[in-house]
């Protein structure tokens, strides 16, 4: 049976419905622009100003990529497995992750948020290295 779902809901339809799939998605997309805006923010902190242009868009570029990969893989699993266990699955991932990122964050004692900051400027300085190779030079 293609339609069914994974996870029963009280209505006996074999999804949420419209309203509450509308409203899934809205909640989704503000959680995700106030990660967006967490993550610039960092950047902003850990990168100097020179070179902030340059790195947002490594970033802005490496999210793009990202996000294209997604959408072909899901394309596949929707090809194996179905268009509803493949929403079930991504949605399942995106909880594993995200408790399991709030139970490292909550375990962080203030000490460590320094090798946060150490490891995104390693990210940083790699990303400028990356970028300086990759130049292209104006002729003369």
């Known amino acids: 049976m293609e339609n069914s779902s994974v996870i029963a809901f009280p209505t006996g339809r074999p999804g949420p419905g419209l309203w509450v799939s509308?409203?899934?998605?809205?909640?989704?997309?503000?959680?995700?622009?106030?990660c967006l805006i967490h993550a610039q923010a960092m950047v902003k902190a850990v990168v100097p100003d020179a070179r902030r242009g340059r790195v947002m868009g490594w970033v802005a570029t490496s999210l793009y990529a990202a996000q294209g990969v997604a959408i072909l893989a899901a394309g596949v699993a929707v090809d194996k497995i179905g268009l509803f266990h493949t929403v079930a699955l991504v949605g399942a991932v995106g909880v594993v992750c995200a408790v399991g990122l709030g139970v490292w964050c909550r375990g962080r004692s203030p000490q460590r948020e320094s090798e946060t900051v150490k490891t995104w400027?390693?990210?940083?300085?790699?990303?400028?290295?990356?970028?300086?190779?990759?130049?292209?030079?104006?002729?003369r």
């Open 121 to 139: 400027s390693h990210v940083v300085s790699f990303l400028k290295q990356v970028s300086a190779a990759a130049r292209v030079r104006k002729p």
């Open 22 to 34: 509308d409203g899934l998605w809205a909640v989704s997309g503000a959680l995700s622009t106030a």
